[in-house]
T-cell receptor, first 113, second 109 residues
């Protein structure tokens, strides 16, 4: 049972490049989400999904895109990377959103030059 | 919007001491309250989940309490060890999850 798996763990991009952070869970969780964690800012919600085909914006969605074609996968796309997107990104999932326990991946550290 | 606050931001204690970490939240309409541990460069590991109908949960040397009416939760760590050194975050789980900024704990051998 792998839980929540994120890839890649580290990535360096140049300004303007695009990339996709992958997130997969094997717990049959309906709720999946992406956070970014910055020093002094805590965890901020980027996008979330309550099931396949359903996504919604969080607190800081600009510059990011998501889709949820399967229950297991929830990729995060950076459309045109900017230095302000340098951060650690976490994917998290829960069986049923708020009422359920939240489980996190190990994180993806992104640097945009 | 729910506001979650953790005090203190940092704490340093000698090994063996009992300690309490605090978490307060502004909206009591929550399903549960969850405590996490985060080691440097790692993800968040769930420690305890307290349902809104519960008053406390225990796991080993950890005990978490929840008082919804006052908007407070505490994490009690008994007989602290150097391996407990980490950042501890709380999250209120309502329709969304809201996180505090954490308490950085250092246990000195």
């Amino acid at each position: 049972n792998a839980g929540v798996t994120q890839t890649p763990k580290f990535q360096v991009l140049k300004t303007g490049q695009s990339m996709t952070l992958q997130c997969a869970q094997d717990m049959n969780h309906e709720y999946m989400s992406w956070y970014r964690q910055d020093p002094g800012m805590g965890l901020r919600l980027i996008h979330y999904s309550v099931g396949a085909g359903i996504t919604d914006q969080g607190e800081v969605p600009n510059g990011y895109n998501v889709s949820r074609s399967t229950t297991e996968d929830f990729p995060l796309r950076l459309l045109s990377a900017a230095p302000s997107q340098t951060s650690v990104y976490f994917c998290a999932s829960s069986y049923s959103g708020g009422p359920g326990e939240l489980f996190f991946g190990e994180g993806s550290r992104l640097t945009v030059l | 919007k729910q506001e979650v606050t953790q005090i203190p931001a940092a704490l340093s204690v000698p090994e063996g001491e009992n300690l309490v970490l605090n978490c307060s939240f502004t909206d009591s309409a929550i399903y549960n309250l969850q405590w996490f541990r985060q080691d440097p460069g790692k993800g968040l590991t769930s420690l305890l989940l307290i349902q809104s109908s519960q008053r406390e949960q225990t796991s080993g040397r950890l005990n978490a309490s929840l008082d919804k009416s006052s908007g407070r939760s505490t994490l009690y760590i008994a007989a602290s060890q150097p391996g407990d050194s980490a950042t501890y975050l709380c999250a209120s789980n309502g329709n969304q999850f809201y996180f505090g900024t954490g308490t950085s704990l250092t246990v000195i051998p």
